[in-house]
């Protein structure tokens, strides 16, 4: 990564396991301190709402459970009240029905929540445990006002106790170095080595160079390689016109000469995707052709001049006074690049020679013939010995691995050898869990089922309860409709028994007065 002094960067760290990973992180090997102000660690709350969450559904049975015990309950204390208060009156066997109905639904809302929440739990303990979509731990390392000595290997080290894994990115931080005299770049600032520049000119676009930067010329169809890496995002977000020492001419990329200047910016006066230019593709012209103004600055047109970096052109001519001796190269003014086993200015003392002679020993260096390899250093004449960290018989094959073997891991041939519980490059990761995770599956399986066994059990208790108090009270209903049935017939009975007894009443009496009367009249 690249980063400009001055800005912000920020890095990210990522990790899954159970328990949460630590994460922790390094500059250049030293752990950072949280007490610089400009470096800031950023700890996410994912891990903590991951956790909460999965309580939240591991622990939704148990409240479900005793929700149903305490529904259950109720229901059934609420049946035997209305049913010993609906012995006592028939009214209030709509009061039982409309009891009843309601402690089923309840039972039956209860089953099918502790249903879902039973295959809830199954799932997140399946998706937390056999898939590994455990806890997260994600850190972010921002820092500010960056500066180049924050240039270094920045590493996240992520560690809980099943393991330790490590990952490293290299941040390089420079000194932002402007293409414009003025120091000011008004676009391109993502680019190294063209960059827009504000100003005008007298004369042909080729003598604005002198807004640009000591180094930096106006681009021309030289530059094509840097001006083939700006996008049309850019030139969009790229306000106003900058032109450069190119024409569009018939499809072909050439220096502006007399029309057809070529520019950048959304507000140049042509812009076309299709056709070809010096760019990637489309084409953009300065002026439209029916205004053309040739190669010169125009007021409201032009905004500036595209300058392009200079390259170095390297000489192939040697600089060095002295030549480089033992296969060494002339690199620059008397520098010479020496092979591994060789040193001094040019390059004429051997490594083991310089070694004896650092330890007070007037020992002949030793020559092997043919040289030994660049991983190997030669010991005695005609035997080489390879470096450390490299084996094979060219020394090419690394012995040494690039990360430490973590629990018990050996490191063989540049790769760890891990023991039967661990695995991973480092060995960093734990096997064991995967058969505990299993066997914490099929307990909690094996809970969820008697759970739901048992809310069945108490829920067929509860309806038969129900259905045999409604027995009870349809029989005492019964019972006081035939009481009265048979106490209506007893009325009934005792009526007309009355009636028969007024009726032979009157008869008697109307007898009486009729045998009254005939006795009068015969006298």
């Given at each position: 990564?690249?980063?400009?002094?001055?800005l912000?960067?920020?890095?990210?760290c990522?990790?899954?396991?159970?328990?949460?990973?630590t994460?922790?992180?390094?500059?250049?090997g030293?752990?950072?301190?949280?007490?610089?102000s400009?470096?800031s660690?950023?700890?996410?709350?994912a891990?903590?709402?991951?956790?909460?969450?999965?309580?939240?559904i591991t622990?939704a049975?148990?409240?479900?459970v005793?929700?149903?015990?305490?529904?259950?309950?109720?229901?059934?204390?609420?049946v035997?009240?209305?049913?010993?208060?609906?012995?006592?009156?028939?009214?209030?066997?709509?009061?039982?029905?409309?009891?009843?109905?309601?402690?089923?639904?309840?039972?039956v809302?209860?089953?099918?929540?502790?249903?879902?929440?039973a295959?809830?739990?199954?799932?997140?303990?399946?998706?937390?445990?056999?898939?590994?979509?455990?806890?997260?731990?994600?850190?972010d390392?921002?820092?500010?006002?960056a500066?180049p000595?924050?240039?270094?290997?920045?590493?996240?080290?992520?560690?809980?106790?099943?393991g330790?894994?490590?990952?490293?990115?290299?941040?390089?931080?420079?000194?932002?170095?402007?293409?414009?005299?003025?120091?000011?770049?008004?676009?391109?600032?993502?680019?190294k080595?063209?960059?827009?520049c504000k100003?005008?000119?007298d004369?042909?676009?080729?003598r604005?160079?002198?807004?640009?930067?000591?180094?930096?010329?106006?681009c021309?169809?030289k530059?094509?390689?840097?001006?083939?890496?700006?996008?049309w995002?850019?030139?969009?977000?790229l306000?106003?016109?900058?032109?450069?020492n190119?024409?569009n001419?018939?499809?072909?990329?050439?220096?502006?000469?007399?029309v057809?200047?070529?520019?950048?910016?959304?507000?140049?006066?042509?812009?076309?995707?299709t056709?070809?230019?010096?760019?990637t593709?489309?084409?953009?012209?300065?002026?439209?052709?029916?205004k053309?103004?040739?190669?010169?600055?125009?007021a409201?047109?032009?905004?500036?001049?595209?300058?392009?970096?200079?390259?170095?052109?390297?000489?192939?001519?040697?600089?060095?006074?002295?030549?480089?001796?033992n296969?060494g190269?002339?690199?620059?003014?008397?520098?010479?690049?020496?092979?591994p086993?060789?040193?001094?200015?040019?390059c004429?003392n051997?490594w083991?020679?310089?070694?004896?002679?650092?330890?007070?020993?007037?020992?002949?260096?030793?020559?092997?013939?043919?040289?030994?390899?660049a991983?190997?250093?030669?010991?005695?004449?005609?035997?080489?010995?390879?470096?450390?960290?490299?084996?094979?018989?060219?020394?090419?094959?690394?012995h040494?691995?690039?990360l430490?073997?973590?629990?018990?891991?050996?490191?063989?041939?540049?790769?760890c050898?891990?023991?039967?519980?661990?695995?991973?490059?480092?060995?960093?990761?734990?096997?064991?869990?995967?058969v505990?995770?299993?066997?914490?599956?099929?307990?909690i399986?094996i809970?969820?089922?008697?759970?739901?066994?048992?809310?069945?059990?108490?829920?067929?208790?509860i309806?038969?309860?129900?259905?045999?108090?409604?027995?009870?009270?349809?029989?005492?209903?019964?019972?006081i409709?035939?009481?009265?049935?048979?106490?209506?017939?007893?009325?009934?009975?005792?009526?007309?028994?009355?009636?028969i007894?007024?009726?032979i009443?009157a008869a008697?009496?109307?007898?009486?007065?009729?045998?009254s009367?005939l006795?009068?009249t015969e006298r």
């Amino acid at each position: 990564m690249h980063v400009y002094s001055g800005l912000i960067f920020l890095l990210t760290c990522q990790a899954t396991g159970i328990p949460t990973p630590t994460v922790h992180w390094y500059r250049n090997g030293k752990q950072i301190s949280k007490n610089n102000s400009r470096f800031s660690i950023l700890t996410s709350s994912a891990a903590a709402a991951a956790v909460a969450v999965v309580a939240a559904i591991t622990a939704a049975p148990v409240a479900v459970v005793v929700v149903a015990i305490t529904a259950a309950a109720a229901a059934a204390v609420a049946v035997v009240v209305v049913a010993i208060t609906a012995a006592a009156a028939a009214v209030a066997v709509v009061v039982v029905a409309i009891t009843a109905a309601a402690a089923v639904a309840v039972a039956v809302v209860v089953v099918v929540v502790v249903v879902v929440a039973a295959a809830l739990v199954v799932l997140a303990v399946v998706v937390v445990e056999v898939l590994g979509a455990a806890a997260v731990a994600a850190t972010d390392l921002m820092v500010t006002l960056a500066r180049p000595s924050d240039t270094g290997l920045y590493s996240c080290e992520v560690t809980n106790n099943q393991g330790v894994d490590m990952a490293s990115s290299f941040v390089t931080v420079r000194d932002y170095i402007s293409g414009c005299s003025d120091k000011n770049t008004e676009g391109l600032h993502n680019y190294k080595n063209i960059h827009a520049c504000k100003g005008k000119w007298d004369g042909h676009v080729k003598r604005a160079r002198w807004l640009c930067a000591k180094g930096w010329s106006v681009c021309n169809p030289k530059d094509s390689e840097a001006l083939q890496k700006i996008t049309w995002a850019d030139i969009y977000e790229l306000h106003g016109c900058y032109a450069y020492n190119a024409a569009n001419h018939k499809g072909k990329c050439t220096r502006c000469h007399k029309v057809n200047m070529a520019g950048i910016g959304r507000n140049c006066r042509r812009l076309r995707y299709t056709k070809s230019s010096c760019l990637t593709k489309g084409r953009i012209d300065v002026y439209h052709p029916r205004k053309s103004r040739g190669c010169s600055y125009t007021a409201g047109y032009t905004t500036g001049v595209l300058c392009c970096k200079r390259k170095r052109v390297k000489s192939s001519k040697r600089r060095c006074k002295h030549s480089c001796q033992n296969g060494g190269v002339c690199v620059g003014f008397n520098r010479c690049k020496c092979l591994p086993d060789y040193k001094g200015a040019t390059c004429q003392n051997h490594w083991n020679d310089v070694k004896c002679l650092a330890q007070g020993h007037n020992v002949p260096p030793a020559i092997c013939t043919p040289r030994c390899p660049a991983m190997s250093m030669c010991i005695k004449p005609g035997k080489c010995l390879c470096k450390p960290g490299y084996t094979g018989r060219y020394c090419k094959r690394r012995h040494g691995c690039k990360l430490p073997c973590f629990n018990g891991g050996r490191c063989k041939k540049g790769k760890c050898i891990c023991p039967p519980t661990h695995w991973g490059t480092s060995c960093q990761h734990y096997l064991a869990p995967i058969v505990e995770r299993i066997i914490i599956i099929i307990i909690i399986i094996i809970i969820i089922i008697i759970i739901i066994i048992i809310i069945i059990i108490i829920i067929i208790i509860i309806i038969i309860i129900i259905i045999i108090i409604i027995i009870i009270i349809i029989i005492i209903i019964i019972i006081i409709i035939i009481i009265i049935i048979i106490i209506i017939i007893i009325i009934i009975i005792i009526i007309i028994i009355i009636i028969i007894i007024i009726i032979i009443i009157a008869a008697v009496v109307v007898v009486h007065i009729l045998l009254s009367y005939l006795n009068r009249t015969e006298r």
